[in-house]
C-alpha cells in the first residue's frame, strides 16, 4: 500500500462543548487548511456567516461530524469500553497497538479528501489519543481549548441526555468529572507534546491576538479575515439559572476549583 503523507496535520483537543468546533472553522477557512468536502465553506460571504450558522444544532453537528470521524477513529482504536457523551478517560490510550498496514490504512481512509491542504481534525476524543497520534504522525501539532467547567457542564447539561434525562445533581457530578478528566490528562502532556493551550476567554474577548499565536503555532501565514471575526458571548447564559448556580458552585468545591 502506498504511504498517505500530510505535513504538520493540526489537530484540536479539550473540553466537549469547549469551542473546538469555532475555533476548527477558523481554521479551516484558512486557504491552506481542509478537505476537498470543507471547502465548501467557500459559498459564504463573510466567515462570520459560516460561524454564525454554527449556532444552528443540525449544521453544527453535522460539520463537527466530517471532522471528528468517530467511527473511523473507534473502528481502529477502540477503547473496549462505552463512552457517555463520546469522551472521558476510559478512552486513554497510550501506546500504538496496529501493525504498518493498518496505520497505513487508516492513514489512508483519514486522508483520502484532503488533497493538498493541511489536515485538520478537531475532535474532543482525541485529548485522549494524543501519544498514539503522534506515533503515527511525529509532525503532528496539537491546539487545545479549555473552557470554565461552570460553562462546559451547563452547555453538556442542555443537550438531550444532559439535565432533563439525568436531573442536575447527577448531570453536573458526570459532566464535571469528565471536564476534569480531559484538562487533568491534557495537562500532564502540554510541555511533552507541544501542546498549545488556549482557553475560551481568550477567544472570545482577544480574538485577533489570540488567533495571531495560533497561526504561529501551526506555522500558518498570517491572514487578514481573522481582524473581522466576531463571535457570540454566551459565556455567561448558567448564571440565569438559579438552581444550576447554586448546584454547580457546589460541585466546583467538591472538585477543589
Known sequence: MRQIKSERPIFII?????????????????????????????SYRHINQFINDLLSYNFHLEYSER?????????????????FAGVGKEMIIEKLMLNNDSIVKFKTLLLKDVSNFRYLSKSPGNSFRIK???????????????????????????????FKLLGYDEAIRIFSRKWYEVYEYIETLKKEYNILIV??????????????????????????????????DNRNKWKNDKQYKKKIIEQKDNLGE
Open 14 to 42: 479539550g473540553h466537549a462543548r469547549g469551542g473546538t468546533t469555532v475555533l476548527s472553522a477558523i481554521l479551516n477557512w484558512h486557504h491552506d487548511i481542509g478537505t476537498n468536502y470543507n471547502k465548501d465553506i467557500y
Open 67 to 83: 471532522l471528528e470521524r468517530k467511527c473511523l477513529w473507534f473502528s481502529y482504536f477502540p477503547t473496549g469500553k462505552e463512552t
Open 132 to 162: 498514539v497520534i503522534k506515533e503515527m504522525f511525529p509532525d503532528a501539532i496539537f491546539i487545545a481549548v479549555f473552557r470554565k467547567l461552570e460553562e462546559v457542564v451547563f452547555s453538556w447539561g442542555l443537550r438531550s441526555y444532559g
Open 199 to 232: 482557553t475560551y476567554d481568550e477567544l472570545i474577548s482577544n480574538t485577533t491576538k489570540i488567533l495571531k499565536k495560533i497561526f504561529v503555532h501551526c506555522r500558518l501565514s498570517d491572514s487578514d479575515f481573522i481582524k473581522d471575526i466576531a463571535l457570540t
